[in-house]
Structure formats: structure tokens, C-alpha cells
T-cell receptor, first 116, second 114 residues
């Protein structure tokens, strides 16, 4: 089974609108971490947001928020007030194994296009 | 600190040749990761170091691949007897040894095997 599943290969959003990028994960660990990264056409991976499995509140970082639904094993990224510069590939990732966990799994990504 | 750097940025080699890539992590980061990314896919984990110790290797890392981090600072990834299937972007990332520590990625080395 895939550790990280991103079912939306491509998404479009109007500038200034909000968009949700889906991510589901599969793990039997109690302690794990969930990450979202942005990869613009330049290729560099940029960290956006982190959610720990024991965090009770959804993580937020500026215009990014993570909608964490533990029972459903989903960790959707919400981008509010989309900007043209948000057009990029977005990857969901999971770190398993608690404090010493060192195995990262990435999804196949979602390509987001912001339309002016 | 200027972030994670990787050299070279691009490498074109003929099938059967050996190649070596270098990664310089952020200086205070003791964890270092290597990934491979092919077009349309997310990064695939290859191997991981904590300081100079290589703690984990993916099954993807065949015996033609070897990685070192001799002094716990920079790391090298060598591919011997390259094959066309090795063509990919090779990404290096570093992080602190904390549970929620994000990985900072380098710009990658794009390998093309002809």
C-alpha cells in the first residue's frame, strides 16, 4: 500500500480564492509527522507546514493551514487567498518512527495552477 | 548560512561510467538525507545519515550506489556503472535531530545517462 496518497494530479484555482489539496496517509505508528512541501518549476523543495500526530490543533503557517483528521488519516493542505506565485507542485510527506524516525515518504504530488 | 548546496548541478555521463555527487548540508544539521526524483514523481528516499553514521538505506539503493559522510559534514553519493534508468534528479536534504524538524533541500543534481 502507498504510504502517502495524493489523488489530485492537477488543480486550478482563481487568484485570491482558497484551495484544498488532498493527502491521505497509511501508517501503523502512533507517533509520526506530516509535512507539506512546495516545488516550483525551479526544482527546489520548500518546506511549508508540519503537523505532529499528537498535535491536537491544526497547524497554521501564514496562508497555509493543515486540516488534520487523524481518524480518517488525512492531512489536507489549505491555501487561502491564492497568489500567482503559489503555482507549483505540492508534495505531502510523512515521517514515521517517533522521535528517532528517519524514513520519509512522499506522495506523487499535486500540480497547482493559479489563474489570474 | 547559505542553505544546502549540491554539486554539480547537472551531470551528463555515458552508460557504464561512475559518477559522484556532493552535498554540503546546513552546518548545524546533523541529519542528512539523499533522495531520487524522477519526472512526475515525488522524491524517493535513498539513504540517511545521522552525523557520520549511515543509519538507513532504501531497498532502492542497489549495490552500485554508495554514500558516505566521513566527518559528519558533507556527504557524497557515488553511482558505479551507471545505467540509463539512473537518470533522475538527486536531492540532498538536511535537518536537525528533532521530531518536527523539517528537511531543508538542496537544489539537486540532475543526472542524465546517455
Amino acid at each position: 500500500a502507498q504510504k502517502i496518497t495524493q489523488t489530485q494530479p492537477g488543480m486550478f484555482v482563481q487568484e485570491k480564492e482558497a484551495v484544498t489539496l488532498d493527502c491521505t496517509y497509511d501508517t501503523s505508528d502512533q507517533s509520526y509527522g506530516l509535512f507539506w512541501y512546495k516545488q516550483p518549476s525551479s526544482g527546489e523543495m520548500i518546506f511549508l507546514i508540519y503537523q505532529g500526530s499528537y498535535d491536537e490543533q491544526n497547524a497554521t503557517e501564514g496562508r497555509y493551514s493543515l486540516n488534520f483528521q487523524k481518524a480518517r488519516k488525512s492531512a489536507n493542505l489549505v491555501i487561502s487567498a491564492s497568489q500567482l506565485g503559489d503555482s507549483a507542485m505540492y508534495f505531502c510527506a510523512m515521517r514515521e518512527g517517533g522521535w528517532t524516525g528517519n524514513q520519509f515518504y512522499f506522495g506523487t504530488g499535486t500540480s497547482l495552477t493559479v489563474i489570474p | 548560512d547559505t542553505g544546502v548546496s549540491q554539486n554539480p548541478r547537472h551531470k551528463i555521463t555515458k552508460r557504464g561510467q561512475n559518477v559522484t555527487f556532493r552535498c554540503d548540508p546546513i552546518s548545524e544539521h546533523n541529519r542528512l538525507y539523499w533522495y531520487r526524483q524522477t519526472l512526475g514523481q515525488g522524491p524517493e528516499f535513498l539513504t540517511y545519515f545521522q552525523n557520520e553514521a549511515q543509519l538507513e538505506k532504501s531497498r532502492l539503493l542497489s549495490d552500485r550506489f554508495s554514500a558516505e559522510r566521513p566527518k559528519g559534514s558533507f556527504s557524497t553519493l557515488e553511482i558505479q556503472r551507471t545505467e540509463q534508468g539512473d537518470s533522475a534528479m538527486y536531492l540532498c536534504a538536511s535537518s536537525q535531530a528533532l521530531a518536527g524538524a523539517e528537511q531543508y533541500f538542496g537544489p539537486g543534481t540532475r543526472l542524465t545517462v546517455t
